[in-house]
């Protein structure tokens, strides 16, 4: 038995999707009777509906950058947190900061964002425009950009093409 590890954002996944020759090669590893595992930067949450989306057949997922691992059925095997004590003084010191959007909490399974200043524009976790799936930052006055799902301009990057409308 051998045991194959990926990356997903940028390795197994990009663009759109999943190459369905890589989940058919997949496919055939774990007929072989290998364990395949997912490993990633994202909450458990978030890599598990990419999990259902596309039928990954994983038998462990390494998630929070190696700070959780859990079997296929979703079960918890090993959990790493950082003590109260210093997230609370981590938490603290980026409210006294200046120019900080938000930070992201994490319970192990979900994702929490905490906005810490509404008027500073957050580039790691814009909003989502619904319609056309892409990104939003807000309080960008050097960039305007036109989502073709609205029909004012707004501020957006699509993962294809932009399109640039001038103020």
Excluded at 1 to 11: E, P
């Amino acid at each position: 038995m051998k045991l194959l590890a990926t990356d997903y954002d940028g390795t197994l996944h990009y663009g759109e999707g999943i190459m369905q020759d890589d989940l058919d090669a997949i496919r055939q590893w774990k007929e072989d009777g290998n364990l395949f595992v997912i490993v990633t930067g994202r909450s458990m949450q978030s890599i598990d509906e990419q999990i259902k989306k596309f039928g990954l057949p994983c038998d462990y997922v390494i998630s929070n950058n190696g700070g959780m691992v859990f079997d296929a059925a979703g079960k918890e095997m090993m959990a790493n947190y950082l003590d109260y004590v210093t997230a609370v003084d981590i938490i603290y010191a980026m409210k006294e900061m200046d120019n900080v959007a938000s930070y992201v909490v994490n319970d192990g399974f979900y994702r929490h964002k905490i906005v810490v200043d509404p008027g500073v524009t957050d580039h790691r976790y814009p909003r989502i425009c619904r319609k056309r799936k892409c990104w939003i930052w807000e309080n960008t006055p050097s960039l305007s950009f036109r989502c073709r799902a609205r029909t004012r301009p707004t501020r957006w990057r699509s993962k294809s093409t932009i399109s640039l409308a001038r103020r």
